[in-house]
């Protein structure tokens, strides 16, 4: 029985994540050149990656949208999921101190196909259909040019560099990213 999707794509399906998925995705974040440009720089352990996923507990009501497991969609016309091929979304506990932030990591075997600017896409969606969410926030080591290239493609701008991370901050807004999709709309319809 596939999990209910949290959102999905043409391609991809993002569903929330589970224990069964430690193993796949153990082979995106225990990747040393996947990982090089990513949160610590270097390879995560399971332990890691476990504490991560337990990052955004079910019991919580706060926790109003969030990211998940990234799977291959085997059905075009149903949006149950196949392969896990990568984590990412946007996670937004209402009333902390965090922010909402957009983030992705696919395995390598995907990279190269458009696939994480799918995902950021809808990801973007899906955090702007909850009202409480203002803007979406994303961070990029400034050496990850294709994270870079992501974050542009779907509208967010540099905000600054933050050398004591060493990350450029990106943001949009909602009212950003609803002309944008107004935009997108109105090119289609020509
Ligand atoms: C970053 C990552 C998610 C990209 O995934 P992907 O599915 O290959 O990305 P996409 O294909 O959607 O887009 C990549 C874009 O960067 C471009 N790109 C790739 N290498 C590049 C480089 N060296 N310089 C400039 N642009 C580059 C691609 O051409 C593409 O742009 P285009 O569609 O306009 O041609 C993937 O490499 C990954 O999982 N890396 C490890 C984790 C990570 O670093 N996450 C980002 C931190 S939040």
């Given at each position: 029985?596939?999990?209910?999707?949290?959102f999905?794509?043409?391609?991809?399906v993002v569903?929330?994540a589970v224990p069964?998925?430690t193993?796949?995705?153990?082979r995106v974040?225990?990747?040393?050149?996947a990982?090089?440009l990513?949160?610590?720089?270097r390879?995560w352990?399971?332990?890691e990656?476990e504490?991560f996923?337990?990052?955004?507990p079910?019991s919580d009501?706060?926790?109003?949208?969030l990211?998940?497991t990234?799977?291959?969609?085997t059905?075009?016309?149903?949006?149950?999921?196949?392969e896990?091929?990568g984590f990412g979304?946007?996670?937004y506990?209402?009333g902390?101190?965090?922010t909402?932030?957009l983030?992705?990591a696919?395995r390598?075997?995907?990279?190269?196909?458009?696939?994480a600017?799918e995902?950021?896409?809808?990801?973007l969606a899906?955090?702007f259909a909850?009202p409480e969410?203002?803007?979406?926030?994303?961070?990029a080591?400034p050496?990850?040019?294709?994270?870079i290239r992501?974050?542009e493609?779907?509208?967010?701008r540099?905000i600054?560099?933050?050398?004591?991370?060493?990350r450029?901050l990106?943001?949009?807004t909602?009212?950003?990213?609803e002309?944008?999709?107004?935009e997108h709309?109105r090119q289609?319809?020509?």
């Amino acid at each position: 029985m596939p999990l209910p999707a949290l959102f999905h794509t043409e391609r991809l399906v993002v569903h929330r994540a589970v224990p069964e998925d430690t193993d796949a995705l153990l082979r995106v974040f225990g990747n040393p050149a996947a990982m090089r440009l990513f949160a610590h720089g270097r390879p995560w352990t399971r332990d890691e990656l476990e504490r991560f996923m337990g990052q955004y507990p079910d019991s919580d009501a706060r926790l109003i949208c969030l990211p998940g497991t990234v799977r291959l969609r085997t059905d075009p016309h149903a949006p149950a999921g196949g392969e896990v091929i990568g984590f990412g979304g946007v996670g937004y506990y209402v009333g902390e101190t965090t922010t909402p932030d957009l983030f992705y990591a696919l395995r390598s075997d995907h990279w190269g196909k458009g696939l994480a600017t799918e995902l950021s896409r809808a990801a973007l969606a899906y955090a702007f259909a909850h009202p409480e969410v203002d803007f979406v926030n994303a961070s990029a080591i400034p050496a990850n040019a294709p994270s870079i290239r992501i974050l542009e493609k779907c509208g967010l701008r540099l905000i600054r560099f933050v050398p004591e991370a060493n990350r450029n901050l990106y943001r949009t807004t909602r009212d950003e990213w609803e002309a944008a999709v107004r935009e997108h709309d109105r090119q289609n319809l020509k």
